[in-house]
């Protein structure tokens, strides 16, 4: 009597999350030219950018710098991940097991990412999100480097590389949103004071 119910067997007995899929290890891996990754919004004089704080959309230029500008405003290892689409390390980013509410903001432009509330221990030693702040922010494409099919998330702003997304995810979206820590910035909610902010 093993048909049918073998399949118990084969899931964990916890409802503990269990990644299927994992990034590969690789610290930093050069996959291509740096380019501008605007997708649909290259030309585009505005796009639709959600803001986390305020919960409305604001209609924000692009940011598009030359490679150069980039490598000015970036770090070293921000500009090998979001202009050329590294991958840190597993366990080595800053924000992996941190539990602080927020807003996780693209690290290159301060676009509005991710809601710490999005945010769910996978285990793998990158931060993962079930859910962006809104699908205005981000952009995903298919990545087939690496010998891989793979999801590649990008800021819908500044199409700086974020990470990849995966199918399996925790309920009710199954998404994982596997992120490097060196492309967030997280904003802590209890640093959220509006009228200290610049515009
Ligand atoms: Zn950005």
New binding site residues.
């Given amino acids: 009597m093993v048909s049918g119910r073998s399949s118990r067997f084969m899931r964990p007995r916890s409802d503990r999350y269990q990644p299927k899929v994992y990034h590969p290890v690789v610290r930093i891996m050069w996959q291509g030219p740096a380019m501008s990754d605007m997708g649909e919004n290259e030309g585009a004089e505005t796009i639709p950018v959600f803001n986390a704080r305020t919960g409305k959309i604001e209609h924000r230029k692009p940011?598009r710098l030359t490679d150069a500008e980039w490598r000015a405003k970036l770090t070293p290892v921000q500009y090998e991940v979001m202009r050329r689409k590294g991958t840190e390390y597993a366990f080595t980013g800053r924000y992996h097991a941190t539990k602080d509410a927020g807003f996780y903001r693209?690290a290159?432009?301060?676009?509005d990412l991710f809601s710490s509330a999005a945010k769910f221990d996978s285990g793998t030693g990158w931060p993962s999100f079930s859910a962006p702040v809104s699908p205005h922010n981000i952009r995903t494409r298919p990545d087939r480097s690496g010998g891989m099919e793979r999801t590649e998330v990008l800021?819908a702003?500044?199409?700086?590389h974020l990470g990849h997304l995966f199918d399996d995810g925790p309920a009710p979206t199954k998404k994982r949103y596997c992120m490097n820590s060196v492309a967030l910035d997280l904003e802590t909610t209890g640093e959220l004071d509006p009228g200290e902010r610049k515009a």
């Fill in positions: 940011i693209c290159a432009c301060g676009t800021c702003r500044c199409g700086a």
